[in-house]
C-alpha cells in the first residue's frame, strides 16, 4: 500500500508539480480511517487515536496489556470508523512483537518504530505515557515516523539463538578475565605460548595454594570458566542443527565463501538482517548497520566525523572482527575453499574478488598511516558491500544494476 501511494506521489509530481504533489498527500492521508499511537509497557499500554485532517489527536485511554484487551481494542475502534484499514504505531522495545502480529492479523496495518528516530521537541521538559500516546498518534498522521524492520516468526527463533550464543560468550570471557586475575594477583603466571587451551587446562591442574580457602577459590572459577565453555558449545551445535531447515540456509552457505565469515558470523549476520537483498544498495546496508561517517556540514563547509554506529550493533561487530583477516595477502586456502565448494561459481567469483579488493585495501590504507581500528572498520565496511551483493545472487536479484542506481 505504501509502496503505490509513493508511486502516485511521484507521477503526480512529475504532472503537475506542485499542485499534483499536494492533492497525492491528500489522497495518502484518506488511506487510512485513522492514526492510532500506543505507548506500550508490560501491564499497559496507552492509547491516542488521530483522525484525518488537521485536528489534534484524542487520548483514548489506558487499557491491560493483554491479548483479549487488545482484541476488544482493535473491535471498538474498527466498529468506530466503519471498518476502514487504522494504522497502528508503537515504538521498539522490550515487549517485543507480539502485538505488531496480533494487529496485523486482524487486517489492519500496524508499524514499530525506531525511538531514536522519532522527532522530539528540544525545550519538551514533561513526558508522560498520555503525551507519548498522543504524539506517535499525530506523528503517524504526518507521515514523520520511521519503521523498523520486523522479523517473522522463524527468524526472531534464529535471532534469539544467536543472541543467545553471543551472551554465553560474553559470560566466557568475564569467567576467564575472572580466573586470570585471580591468578595474576597470587604470582601464578602461565609461561606457555596459548592459554585456555588443552595444556594451559593441565597447567590449572598442577597449581596449589597453600592456604585451602584460596585452593577452593580456583577450582571454582575453573569450573566457571568450563560451564561457561559448555553453554558456548551446545548453543553452536544448536545453530549446525537447526540450519538446514531455515530458509535462508543458502544464504548462510553462500556468505561463508567469503574470508572471514564462518558460520557462526554468517548466521549471525542473517538473523539480526534477514532478506539482505531488501536493501536497494550497499550504501543502503552500509547507512543501516551504521558504518558510513557522521557529518556535520554548513554552506561551504564540509566536516565528516567517525562512523554513525546508529545501526545493528551485533552485525557490526561481526563485520569489524572478520575484516581482521584480510590483513593477510589474498590467498585460497583449503578451509576457505571447503566453503565455496557448496556455493555457485558466480558466488564464488564475488568472494574471490571480495578478497583481492579487501586485502589490498587493508595494506593501503596502513601504508597511509591509519590506525588499524579504523583500517577494519574500513574494511567492515567495504565487506558489508560484497555481502550484500552475495545475498543478491542467491535469492535470484540483479545486483548489478541495483548497485549503480
Not at 514523520?144 to 534469539?160: C, G, K, Y
Not at 544467536?162 to 554465553?168: K, L, V
Not at 551446545?234 to 540456509?249: N, Y
Not at 568472494?351 to 579488493?357: D, G, H, I, L
Request: aromatic letters at 6%; a positive charge; glycine letters at 8%.
Amino acid at each position: 500500500m505504501k509502496e503505490s501511494i509513493a508511486k502516485e506521489m511521484n507521477d503526480a509530481g512529475s504532472a503537475t508539480g506542485l499542485a499534483g504533489v499536494m492533492q497525492a498527500l491528500e489522497q495518502a492521508s484518506n488511506v487510512y480511517g485513522a492514526y492510532i499511537g500506543l505507548d506500550v509497557h508490560k501491564e499497559t499500554i496507552a492509547v491516542a487515536v488521530a483522525e484525518c485532517g488537521r485536528g489534534a489527536p484524542e487520548y483514548y485511554g489506558e487499557i491491560a496489556h493483554t491479548p483479549k484487551k487488545v482484541a476488544q481494542l482493535v473491535e471498538r475502534l474498527s466498529a468506530r470508523y466503519g471498518g476502514e484499514p487504522l494504522l497502528w504505531v508503537y515504538e521498539a522495545g522490550p515487549c517485543g512483537y507480539g502485538l505488531y502480529r496480533q494487529i496485523v492479523e486482524t487486517g489492519h496495518d500496524c508499524e514499530v518504530v525506531a525511538p531514536s528516530l522519532i522527532p522530539q521537541k528540544a525545550g519538551e521538559r514533561r513526558k508522560t505515557d498520555r503525551r507519548d500516546a498522543l504524539g506517535l498518534a499525530r506523528l503517524s498522521r504526518a507521515g514523520e515516523l520511521t519503521a523498523v524492520w520486523v522479523p517473522a516468526p522463524e527468524q526472531e527463533a534464529i535471532q534469539d539463538l544467536t543472541r543467545a550464543r553471543e551472551d554465553m560468550k560474553k559470560l566466557e570471557l568475564k569467567a576467564r578475565q575472572t580466573l586470570g586475575a585471580f591468578l595474576l594477583r597470587q604470582g601464578k603466571v602461565y609461561a606457555g605460548k596459548s592459554r585456555w587451551t588443552q595444556a594451559h587446562f593441565r597447567w590449572l591442574e598442577t597449581v596449589t595454594f597453600d592456604s585451602p580457602v584460596q585452593q577452593i577459590v580456583l577450582q571454582e572459577y575453573i569450573e566457571a570458566v568450563k560451564t561457561a565453555q559448555r553453554q558456548v558449545a551446545s548453543l553452536e551445535q544448536q545453530m549446525h542443527a537447526v540450519l538446514p531447515q531455515w530458509s535462508l540456509a543458502p544464504v548462510v552457505e553462500g556468505l561463508m565463501a567469503l574470508r572471514g565469515v564462518s558460520l557462526i558470523s554468517a548466521m549471525t549476520i542473517l538473523a539480526e538482517l534477514g532478506d539482505i537483498s531488501r536493501f536497494d544498495s550497499p550504501r543502503q546496508l552500509m547507512a543501516y548497520l551504521g558504518l558510513v561517517p557522521s557529518e556535520h556540514s554548513s554552506g561551504p563547509n564540509r566536516r565528516q566525523g567517525g562512523i554513525t554506529k546508529a545501526g545493528n550493533g551485533h552485525v557490526r561487530r561481526i563485520l569489524t572482527e572478520s575484516s581482521w583477516n584480510y590483513r593477510f595477502p589474498a590467498r585460497k586456502t583449503r578451509d576457505i575453499e571447503k566453503r565455496a565448494e557448496k556455493t555457485s561459481a558466480a558466488v564464488q567469483a564475488i568472494a574471490w574478488e571480495a578478497q583481492k579488493r579487501l586485502c589490498g585495501r587493508y595494506q593501503h590504507l596502513l601504508r597511509a598511516g591509519k590506525v588499524k581500528q579504523q583500517v577494519t572498520t574500513a574494511v567492515g565496511r567495504e565487506l558489508a558491500g560484497f555481502i550484500w551483493a552475495i545475498a543478491c545472487e542467491v535469492m535470484g536479484k540483479d545486483h548489478g544494476s541495483r548497485a549503480t542506481a
